[in-house]
T-cell receptor, first 117, second 112 residues
Framework: DAGVIQSPRHEVTEMGQEVTLRCKPI?????LFWYRQTMMRGLELLIY????????DSGMPEDRFSAKMPNASFSTLKIQPSEPRDSAVYFC???????????????FGPGTRLTVT | GQNIDQPTEMTATEGAIVQINCTYQ??????LFWYQQHAGEAPTFLSY??LDGLEEKGRFSSFLSRSKGYSYLLLKELQMKDSASYLC????WGGGSYIPTFGRGTSLIVHP
C-alpha cells in the first residue's frame, strides 16, 4: 500500500498567488482530513470529508481557503490569494470506517511544506 | 469548545520509563488517540482508548479515565529513537459528526 500521497512536498510562492495542494487517500478509506501545523498553533483540523462530502469545515480560516473532493481518490486544498501567515505544513490524512478496535485511526500523508514570501 | 492540555516538553534517560499526561475538557467525548511525530515527519498512530482502563501494546501503554478527563501514555525501556513529539487527540461528537481535535504535543527528549 502506497499510503496517503500528497503533492507537492514543498511549495514556495509569493504573496497573492494561488496555491493548490493535492492529496490521494488510501484506497478504500472513506474519510479524508486536511490539517495545518505550525509551531504557534500546533495541528489544526481545517476540513474533513466523509464519502467525498464535506462534513465539518469550521476550521477553514477564511474564504481564501477552499477544499474539494471530486471523487474517492482525490482531494485538493486551495488558497487564493495566499498570504505569508499561511506558511505552514499542510497534512492530509485518511481513515477507514470499520467497527471496533482502531476504527477511525488516521493515516497521515508526508505533508506539504508551504512557504509564502 | 474543546480543550486539551499536555506538557510542552519532557526529558528522560535511555532505558527508563516515562509517562506523558493529557487532560481534556470536551462534550460528546468519543475516544482518545495518541500519535507520535518525529521532527519533519507526519504523525503516526500509537494507541486508541474509548473505555476506561489501560491498553498495552509492546513498550507503549495508554490509559484513560473518562470521569477525570485524563489520559497518559507510558513508554517503557526508552530508546533514543523514542525522541519525538507525542500528540494527544480527542474525538468528539459535535454538529452531527465526529470531530478530531489535537493537543499541542509533548516533545520528549531521550538522552543517553
Amino acid at each position: 500500500d502506497a499510503g496517503v500521497i500528497q503533492s507537492p512536498r514543498h511549495e514556495v510562492t509569493e504573496m497573492g498567488q494561488e496555491v493548490t495542494l493535492r492529496c490521494k487517500p488510501i484506497s478504500g478509506h472513506n474519510s479524508l482530513f486536511w490539517y495545518r501545523q505550525t509551531m504557534m498553533r500546533g495541528l489544526e483540523l481545517l476540513i474533513y470529508f466523509n464519502n467525498n462530502v464535506p462534513i465539518d469545515d469550521s476550521g477553514m480560516p477564511e474564504d481564501r481557503f477552499s477544499a474539494k473532493m471530486p471523487n474517492a481518490s482525490f482531494s485538493t486544498l486551495k488558497i487564493q490569494p495566499s498570504e505569508p501567515r499561511d506558511s505552514a505544513v499542510y497534512f492530509c490524512a485518511s481513515s477507514p470506517r470499520s467497527s471496533g478496535g482502531n476504527s477511525y485511526e488516521q493515516y497521515f500523508g508526508p505533508g506539504t511544506r508551504l512557504t509564502v514570501t | 469548545g474543546q480543550n486539551i492540555d499536555q506538557p510542552t516538553e519532557m526529558t528522560a534517560t535511555e532505558g527508563a520509563i516515562v509517562q506523558i499526561n493529557c487532560t481534556y475538557q470536551t462534550s460528546g467525548f468519543n475516544g482518545l488517540f495518541w500519535y507520535q511525530q518525529h521532527a519533519g515527519e507526519a504523525p503516526t498512530f500509537l494507541s486508541y482508548n474509548v473505555l476506561d482502563g489501560l491498553e498495552e501494546k509492546g513498550r507503549f501503554s495508554s490509559f484513560l479515565s473518562r470521569s477525570k478527563g485524563y489520559s497518559y501514555l507510558l513508554l517503557k525501556e526508552l530508546q533514543m529513537k523514542d525522541s519525538a513529539s507525542y500528540l494527544c487527540a480527542v474525538r468528539w461528537w459535535g454538529g452531527g459528526s465526529y470531530i478530531p481535535t489535537f493537543g499541542r504535543g509533548t516533545s520528549l527528549i531521550v538522552h543517553p
